[in-house]
């Protein structure tokens, strides 16, 4: 699923980490991050960090109750 603007990072992480399957992050530039592992969030966050936000990306979910909870989440942000 494509993301716009996830500005609210630590809420979307808190909804990551309640996923059962991998989850992972593709930006713009092509770097696929696994959200699914602490080490891999915490990259992630420094990214976003540096870059204020993400601005655009791609969450592939492997579980398809992980991607209607992101989406849920994603929808009331």
């Given amino acids: 699923m494509k993301v716009i603007n996830i500005v609210d990072v630590n809420k979307f992480f ?3 980490r309640k996923c059962e399957g ?3 992050l593709v930006t713009e530039q092509g770097d ?3 959200l699914s592992t602490t080490i891999s969030q915490l990259v992630a966050a420094v990214k976003i960090v ?3 936000h ?3 990306g791609n969450i592939i979910s492997h579980n ?3 991607t209607e909870r992101l ?3 994603m929808k009331n942000r």
């Fill in 14 to 16: 808190e909804e990551v």
């Fill in 22 to 24: 991998r989850v992972e």
């Fill in 32 to 34: 696929c991050i696994n």
């Fill in 50 to 52: 540096t870059e204020k």
């Fill in 54 to 56: 993400i601005q655009q």
């Fill in 64 to 66: 398809i109750k992980d």
């Fill in 71 to 73: 989406l849920k989440q």
